[in-house]
């Protein structure tokens, strides 16, 4: 890796990144050497000089992301040993199988690898930048993903337009850089088939982070009427259906998504009579609803994507779990979640609470639930945890 300058860190600031924390604000920056640019590899060094790690440098409030720890040079290996750890720790948690060939590869901090998320679509690769420097590493990672993955991957797709700070997302990359897939592509979850369209659909083209919850939604879904709100390409109506669900009504407020859940349920051969989709606002579909659902999901986007605006989000959560809990019928299932990384565990809580109160409903916690095995947390990194998601017994 050539190293472009260097980033001399302010007496004591050493202390977060001997813990392995793998941001440096900039407020800890003593001085900088070198002619840096944004994206370029830098040495983190103490003031006394010593080296304590190496990363992508770019201004801002967190102005390098460690990638790699110690005083060692990263070589030109280093993509594909981190990628080579990254596969070793799905297969560790049992990834994929027969039945589950979609896994999240790369998790960001989680893995050793700040700006980079790489989600895996049964032989195609959707990579996926947050920091100019990963921006411009992206062939090499294409490589080191082919070297790594083999036989088992003929593509990969480049998508950062939405992800990248403004100066390089005005300079469209997306495409591909190895292969041609072709879209829709058909994946299995727990042996439901989902279509993936990583051209087009948000994000990387599909929700892997619900996989267990999908699945654990199936254990509530028998014969019961299932009201499944922000559904996008309908993951939890499919596997509610899958469980014998006697209707499932899917909600969402893009008419794309709707169309994909469309799609999913008529890939999964379900009777459509048992199925129902609208195009809407989750808020407006609620109103004056009758007690007519057993077990509803709340699955909504981040509400919050920075600090300043998390009190407006735990508004948003507040009103919406109200809602729902007003209209769920006595004994129903409540499936909540929050993807806000800045709205933490208790507070996201505390919030369902008093939308309990709020609604006059006797409420349970049966379930805490969270993102899965191949979306890791660093212990080093706690940040990295931001799905958080309860099941509620709602009388
Ligand atoms: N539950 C999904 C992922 C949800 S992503 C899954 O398992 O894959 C969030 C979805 O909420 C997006 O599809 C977005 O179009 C939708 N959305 C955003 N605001 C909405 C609103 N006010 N009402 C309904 N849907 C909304």
């Given at each position: 890796m050539t190293i472009s300058g260097k980033v001399v860190l302010k007496q004591g600031r050493e202390q977060s990144v001997l813990r392995k924390h793998p941001w440096i604000f900039?407020?800890?920056?003593a001085s900088t050497g070198g002619n840096l640019g944004d994206g370029d590899w830098v040495e983190v060094c103490t003031d006394k000089g010593q080296t304590l790690a190496y990363g992508h440098y770019q201004q801002g409030s967190i102005t390098v992301r460690i990638l790699s720890f110690g005083p060692s040079q990263p070589d030109r290996h280093f993509y594909v040993s981190k990628l080579n750890d990254a596969l070793q720790l799905r297969h560790a948690a049992g990834l994929p199988t027969s039945a589950t060939n979609?896994?999240?590869l790369v998790h960001g901090e989680g893995d050793g690898l700040p700006g980079l998320i790489i989600d895996y679509y049964d032989g195609v690769s959707v990579v996926q930048a947050h920091s100019y420097g990963m921006h411009n590493d992206r062939e090499l990672i294409a490589k080191a993903l082919l070297d790594v993955l083999g036989t088992s991957l003929h593509t990969v797709y480049y998508k950062s337009r939405a992800t990248l700070p403004g100066k390089v997302r005005e300079t469209p990359a997306d495409g591909y850089l190895s292969g041609m897939g072709v879209v829709p592509h058909i994946i299995l979850e727990h042996q439901h088939k989902f279509y993936v369209d990583w051209e087009e659909g948000q994000k990387t083209g599909f929700f892997l982070d619900q996989r267990e919850n999908r699945k654990l939604l199936a254990d509530f879904s028998n014969g019961k009427n299932v009201l499944n709100t922000f559904c996008y390409t309908g993951g939890f109506s499919v596997y509610a259906l899958k469980a014998d669900a006697r209707l499932v009504h899917s909600v969402d407020a893009s008419e794309k998504a709707i169309e994909l859940t469309r799609k999913n349920i008529a890939l999964n051969c379900f009777?459509?009579?048992?199925h129902a989709c609208t195009a809407t606002d989750t808020f407006e579909f609620l109103k004056n609803k009758e007690a007519f659902y057993d077990v509803i999901v709340l699955d909504p986007p981040?509400?919050?994507?920075h600090r300043d605006s998390r009190h407006q989000a735990v508004k948003g959560y507040q009103r919406l779990n109200t809602e729902a809990m007003k209209v769920i019928r006595r004994g129903g299932i409540l499936f909540t979640f929050s993807c806000?990384?800045?709205?933490?565990r208790q507070l996201f809580y505390d919030t369902v609470v008093s939308a309990a109160i709020q609604a006059g409903r006797d409420v349970k916690v049966l379930h805490h639930l969270t993102q899965p095995a191949d979306h890791p947390v660093s212990m080093s990194h706690p940040e990295g945890e931001y799905l958080k998601g309860l099941v509620l017994y709602v009388v």
């Open positions: 900039s407020g800890g920056i979609a896994f999240r009777d459509p009579e048992t981040a509400f919050a994507k806000s990384q800045v709205v933490d």
